[in-house]
């Protein structure tokens, strides 16, 4: 025990000499919070869009004015086709509304009329999304002369089909970005630190000859990991923190769960992101080696943890691949704490699942660790 | 049967195919200044591991303060001192912490790190620069600082693997007169060097070629064998073989 | 002075050396831009599909089974479970992780047929991903009264067809999208991280005293070592643009050589940016923690790879408006889609100029002073 005490010691020792490293570890955490925070939206803005009405006739100016007071559009203006479509090409407008010349009669027609909605293709998810909206509004605007015209005819769209809807939209009702990607950074930055770091430190003992002289010691390998550990542990604790405080002060998003829960989770988790770090330690030989075979780790794990796109989007063999990415795990855990309140019991199957890949990933660690000393 | 420090029987290490120690037989009595020569890659550091338990041999046998070499490695490590070839401090922590961190993980107790760094900083006159940054002293006192730091638990036997790198000669003369002191005072000290004129200062040497041992009596006796003026000549003729 | 291009070709050398030795990074390197490919070429798509949705309704209620058999017939969602009835719509979706709770009354036949009083349909959503909830928000109230107009044997007139057409990706392929993204990402990152880290390590090495005091001069030093990586990051844009040909059918509509011109200005940028980083470093970690946020973040997230910028605060645009990547982005992007040349993408290519020689010329001054 003393000697998990003396590594400790000598641990705070170095972090405490590399003050560059410690503003390193804090002022960007702060930054990408700041950053995510704001950028990352579903919602997309400021949309630049066009309009080509051959048709000119009331019914399609008023769905065009439709289109034109949407808030996230950016309306350019109406104008002959080759011209709408330059605009696209250029740049200035990112969808083209083209209504057809005999769109008046033809919305009386049983097959309705086509318009087309020409988006620019560069940036696949804001054109997506840009779609949509369209969409949206034409699909309202239709149903809107629908209803109207039944109503004409004597009968009401709510008789003919006698049904209230009402949604109720939970956990976050205004269905904010933030509130589900901030917690999610929480998880990222603890990866980093503990993963990065723990591996760093083991590597530049090796680098400097200094860790032959620890093992010549009676100080045993797992005093060794687990002195190096813990002052991470703490660090990437400690961001979190941050990060809560920033998320539920700043960005306001409610902290439904309780924190116990949350701390347990988080320590779980750890004992597999040092854990890589530490087997990446075991195989490399240099800093630069060590960053490079962990980047490599972590890129694949966060990408398919469920972080940007969802783990039900993906195919079924790289979903069952993801029961092996305690990132995934957590991540979960992180979000449903925060949002849903969710404790052990609803949780019960991520805590198991983050013991059972802590514990093998860690034997792993120790015993690539232990070989590689001896 | 006098008690021997160090002992080994047909110590082998295989990399591969490739021995780097192949069957080396050295006994090494309590005390004694024991150089262990040999060329670059002869095998040298690699027996050192053994001997220190960092590494597991690959077939032989051999005891290191009363421990072997194959099973006891633990206790091994209770009872030696090891310094390496780039003297293996931690730079950015100051000299006494140095001390204070490899004391304690020697398994010295509060009172007795206390009474053995102060013993060592008068011994080594360190009392200036116990506050210092160990990476900013000159080589020639972090050379000294390590010698401390691997002697602090007064091990039993101590292994120097190449302790004076390039060091100035005054320096080195000056470290040699310190690993005198520790013989008389009865640690037996391993060391490894290619400076030929040092391995003069040792109460026995070896010559190591390609992992075997090919030579081991007293500098005198060597020089009279191969009718040498110098170690250095026995060496050359010794390797040229 | 003049630079002798022998001695620059000495420490290039040397640095090869380095790098061939050093196979387990050269490896990542390489291998990292087609894992990367390989993940968004098969596992990251956009598309939502398979939605879990838990139904509560009666097994005798028709209308409920017909509603439930449409739900499950549509790609976008997957009916997980049928009760008669849930106690805590709560409770139950937080513990099946369901996206969609649907409760169908038990007197909802009833109320079709006799259209005396509408019948009330509850639909929880869960919000916390907006991305999906924003969908099942929008969605799932015309598709129940679709589902039921089918019931109840409507078939209202279709008033408008919407006929979408995506330019330059007609058929939505993320391929074409991801290409020069990734392109973007891992130029910049290789290149500033691997600048900063061999620079650094001379410095913790000492050894880099020893190159300052010999017959090289600096600028020298700097360009061959950081040549052979201008070499490595052109290597890795070629895998990607390769990779994305053979297994993704990317095909480049515009001129290759102005595609080189664009990716080697931009790769001496994120060069400069590695020796600013170098300048500031004093061991590897640090250099690391420099480079990494430095340039992953800004090029993944504000250089609208993903995230549209458009969409983002203003503080937020004008980073983005000041950071390579978004200008080599939209060259790129347009090259590769639009077939886009000189005379469109003059703009972003000159900023990316303007970008890099700033970088540059802070590098070299910083380098001046510290040395």
Redesign the interface.
């Known amino acids: 025990m003393?000697?998990i005490r003396?590594?400790l010691?000598?641990e705070f020792?170095?972090i405490k000499?590399?003050k560059l490293m410690v503003r390193l570890i804090t002022v960007p955490v702060l930054i990408q919070l700041f950053v995510i925070g704001y950028a990352l939206t579903v919602e997309v803005k400021n949309i630049p869009i066009a309009a080509c009405d051959r048709s000119n006739t009331p019914q399609s100016r008023e769905l065009l004015s439709r289109i034109q007071r949407f808030d996230r559009f950016i309306f350019k203006g109406v104008f002959p086709e080759t011209a709408a479509k330059e605009l696209l090409y250029r740049g200035e407008a990112k969808m083209v509304v083209i209504i057809p010349a005999d769109f008046s009669k033809e919305i009386l027609d049983k097959e309705g009329s086509a318009v087309q909605l020409i988006a620019d293709g560069q940036d696949a998810n804001s054109s997506k999304v840009a779609l949509g909206y369209c969409s949206m509004i034409i699909g309202n605007w239709a149903r809107h002369k629908l209803e109207f015209r039944l109503t004409q005819m004597g009968m009401d769209i709510k008789t003919l089909i006698p049904v209230e809807i009402n949604i109720d939209i939970l956990f976050n009702s205004m269905l904010k970005s933030t509130w589900f990607m901030i917690p999610a950074l929480a998880v990222l930055l603890i990866t980093i630190v503990t993963a990065l770091l723990t591996g760093f430190s083991i590597v530049k003992e090796r680098e400097?000859?200094?860790f032959?002289?620890?093992?010549?010691?009676?100080?045993?390998s797992i005093h060794v990991i687990i002195g190096k550990a813990v002052p991470f542990i703490i660090i990437g604790l400690i961001e979190m923190s941050v990060v809560m405080l920033v998320a539920t002060f700043w960005f306001k998003i409610p902290f439904r769960g309780s924190l116990v829960t949350l701390f347990v989770f988080a320590l779980t988790y750890m004992i597999s992101s040092l854990s890589i770090g530490i087997f990446t330690s075991t195989v490399t030989r240099s800093s630069q080696q060590v960053l490079f075979l962990t980047w490599f780790i972590l890129i694949f794990f966060i990408l398919l943890s469920g972080f940007f796109i969802p783990v039900e989007n993906m195919p079924r063999w790289v979903q069952i691949l993801t029961y092996i990415n305690p990132v995934r795990f957590f991540m979960v855990a992180v979000r449903d704490i925060f949002l849903k309140g969710s404790g052990f019991t609803l949780l019960v199957n991520e805590l198991r699942t983050l013991l059972i890949i802590g514990v093998s990933v860690f034997s792993l660690a120790l015993i690539s660790f232990r070989r590689r000393?001896? | 049967m006098p008690d021997y420090s160090i002992q080994t029987e047909n110590l082998t290490k295989l990399f591969g195919t490739q021995a780097a120690v192949d069957n080396v037989t050295i006994s090494v009595a309590k005390g004694e200044i024991f150089g262990f020569l040999g060329a670059n890659g002869a095998g040298k550091t690699t027996c050192i591991r053994m001997l220190?338990?960092?590494?597991?041999p690959s077939s032989g046998s051999g005891s290191v303060a009363g421990f072997d070499v194959m099973k006891q490695t633990?206790k091994i490590?209770?009872r030696?001192?090891?310094m390496?070839?780039?003297?293996?401090?931690?730079?950015?922590?100051c000299v006494r912490?140095n001390m204070r961190?490899?004391g304690?993980?020697?398994?010295l107790n509060r009172t007795t790190l206390k009474e053995r760094m102060h013993e060592m900083t008068r011994f080594l006159h360190m009392e200036d620069i116990l506050q210092q940054k160990t990476g900013s002293l000159p080589w020639g006192w972090q050379q000294r600082l390590s010698l401390a730091c691997a002697n602090l638990h007064k091990p039993d036997v101590v292994f120097l693997d190449e302790p004076t790198g390039s060091v100035d000669p005054i320096s080195r003369r000056n470290f040699w007169e310190l690993i005198r002191r520790l013989s008389d005072a009865g640690t037996t000290v391993f060391v490894t060097t290619h400076h030929m004129d040092e391995a003069e200062y040792c109460h026995r040497v070896s010559i190591m070629v390609d992992g075997k041992v090919k030579a081991v009596d007293t500098p005198r006796n060597l020089k009279k064998t191969y009718n040498a003026a110098t170690l250095h000549d026995v060496f050359l003729t010794v390797v040229g073989r | 002075m003049a630079l002798s291009g022998v001695r620059i070709y000495g420490i290039m050398r040397k640095e090869f050396k380095h790098i061939l030795r050093d196979w387990q990074t050269l490896m990542i390197v390489i291998a990292m831009p087609l894992v990367m490919m390989f993940l968004y070429g098969f596992a990251l798509t956009l598309d939502i599909h398979d939605l879990a949705v838990m139904v509560q309704a009666q097994p005798d209620s028709r209308a409920a089974r017909h509603i439930i058999r449409s739900i499950d017939a549509s790609d976008m969602f997957a009916v997980i479970s049928v009760r008669r009835h849930i106690v805590n719509p709560l409770d139950t979706i937080r513990k099946y992780h369901s996206k969609a709770l649907i409760i169908l009354p038990a007197d909802l036949d009833r109320r079709l047929e006799s259209r005396t009083s509408p019948a009330d349909i509850s639909v929880y959503i869960d919000g916390s991903d907006p991305n999906t909830g924003t969908l099942l928000r929008n969605m799932i109230k015309p598709f129940i009264q679709n589902s039921l107009m089918e019931y109840l044997g409507f078939d209202p007139p279709k008033v408008v067809r919407i006929r979408p057409y995506i330019l330059y990706n007609p058929h939505q392929e993320s391929a074409l999208f991801f290409v020069p993204g990734l392109m973007a990402l891992i130029l910049i990152m290789l290149s500033t991280l691997m600048t900063s880290l061999t620079l650094t390590r001379e410095k913790e090495r000492g050894t880099m005293q020893q190159l300052l005091i010999s017959p090289l001069a600096p600028s020298e030093i700097i360009i061959g070592k950081i040549l052979p990586y201008t070499f490595l990051a052109l290597l890795d844009a070629f895998i990607i643009l390769l990779a994305g040909h053979l297994f993704f059918r990317v095909r480049v509509q515009g001129s290759y050589l102005f595609l080189a011109l664009c990716t080697v200005v931009y790769v001496v940028s994120s060069l400069g940016l590695g020796l600013i980083f170098s300048t500031v470093a004093k061991n590897q970690i640090q250099a690391i923690f420099m480079a990494l946020p430095a340039t992953m973040l800004p090029s993944m997230i504000l250089s609208g790879f993903i995230f549209p910028v458009s969409s983002m605060p203003l503080f937020l645009r004008a980073v983005s408006r000041i950071i390579p990547a978004t200008y080599y982005l939209e060259c790129i992007r347009g090259i590769i889609l639009k077939g886009a040349g000189p005379l469109l993408l003059w703009k972003p290519l000159l900023a990316l100029c303007g970008i890099g020689l700033f970088f540059i010329a802070v590098a070299i001054k910083r380098f001046k002073v510290r040395l």
Not at chain 2, 52 to 56: D, E, M, N, P, V
Not at chain 2, 84 to 93: E, G, I, W
Not at chain 2, 104 to 107: E, I, K, R, V
């Open positions: 003393n000697f003396m590594i010691w000598k020792l170095h000499a590399d400097n000859g200094t032959e002289q620890l093992m010549v010691t009676p100080v045993k000393v001896g | 220190c338990g960092l590494l597991k633990a490590r209770t030696i001192g090891y390496s070839q780039n003297f293996s401090l931690y730079s950015d922590l912490d961190l490899f304690s993980l020697y398994g």
